[in-house]
């Protein structure tokens, strides 16, 4: 299914650790028929001496796997703080990326170990108990996210998505952008969604950003990347239903077509696809349901 989705990875959770060498190798090799690799997860305690770390990676570049996904670091003490940088030393030897868990914020250490690809560092989907989702997604944005990538894991369907709309859900994808950007949503349920289309196009990394007014923390975030020649815009509201006006000045010059995902009516909790034409002269009217959204995607003609 991640093959399906254009998903380039797919992380495996701790009962990877109960299978013998031979069945990981079967599924990596299977994985890489897909055109996917594969990361796995680990306990950070596991990895506390240098034996232990050498141990560890050299047998998942062995076993082909791309990379992991480290977890519970859970405080700032100051071997703590050195063994995230003792970590990556030790994958980029053996070739391999990572993701951290359980971990305190970006303070700049993957412009020096490059490896380090996300870091969640948020209250994110794994928190079942947030009940105002939709104040709290359109927040951080605006706080946790201007200090470097976290690892939310966007876009899920089922009740922990409390306040917010489907369209909320896929457009956080675009606004919550990461250089691995995790999904929560089962990846059936991404295949069967209408605009399961975009959601496959949304890029993890992007050529251009602007956030667009009426943008306001905690309110509302309007945002417009550009990847190539494509543009997205994307909306996210908070707890107040809306009507917004967004002129499409940001595309470049002729034609567009557009794909967009917008709340379905009150009540209804689905999205509502269209096509149709854009161009740079034109204005969108967006109508928000509380806690809903919006996705655009725009292709040059």
């Not at 897909?34 to 680990?42: A, D, F, T």
């Not at 567009?256 to 995902?261: G, R």
């Not at 969108?284 to 655009?296: A, E, H, K, Q």
Request: glycine residues 8%; proline residues 4%.
């Amino acid at each position: 299914m991640a093959a399906q989705l254009g998903f380039q990875y797919n992380v495996i959770e701790s009962y990877w650790s109960r299978w013998s060498d031979a069945e990981i190798t079967n599924l990596v090799a299977y994985a890489n028929q897909e055109g996917v690799k594969l990361l796995v997860w680990k306990h950070a305690r596991m990895l506390r001496t240098p034996e232990a770390r050498e141990q560890f990676f050299k047998k998942l570049h062995e076993l082909g796997v791309a990379g992991a996904k480290i977890d519970f670091f859970d405080n700032e003490h100051k071997e703590i703080v050195d063994l995230y940088q003792a970590i990556l030393e030790n994958a980029a030897k053996y070739h391999l990326v990572v993701n951290f868990h359980g971990c305190d914020k970006p303070t700049g250490l993957m412009r020096t170990w490059p490896n380090e690809i996300t870091r969640e560092a948020v209250r994110g989907m794994e928190s079942g108990r947030l009940q105002d989702r939709a104040t709290h997604e359109t927040t951080l944005p605006f706080t946790r996210m201007l200090a470097g990538p976290a690892d939310y894991d966007v876009v899920f369907f089922g009740p922990r998505k409390q306040n917010t709309t489907w369209a909320h859900q896929i457009a956080t994808a675009a606004i919550f952008s990461q250089p691995m950007l995790t999904y929560a949503a089962n990846p059936s349920n991404i295949l069967a969604n209408a605009g399961a289309d975009l959601i496959k196009s949304i890029p993890a990394v992007w050529d251009e950003t602007m956030v667009l007014p009426p943008s306001e923390i905690g309110k509302l975030a309007v945002y417009a990347r550009r990847s190539g020649d494509t543009w997205f815009l994307s909306v996210i509201d908070g707890v107040e239903a809306q009507t917004i006006q967004v002129p499409l000045a940001f595309l470049g010059t002729g034609g567009y077509q557009s794909v967009l995902i917008r709340d379905s009516g009150e009540g209804a909790d689905a999205e509502q696809v269209e096509r149709a034409s854009a161009r740079r002269e034109d204005t969108l009217t967006i109508n928000l349901r509380s806690g809903g959204g919006f996705i655009g995607r725009f292709t040059k003609k």
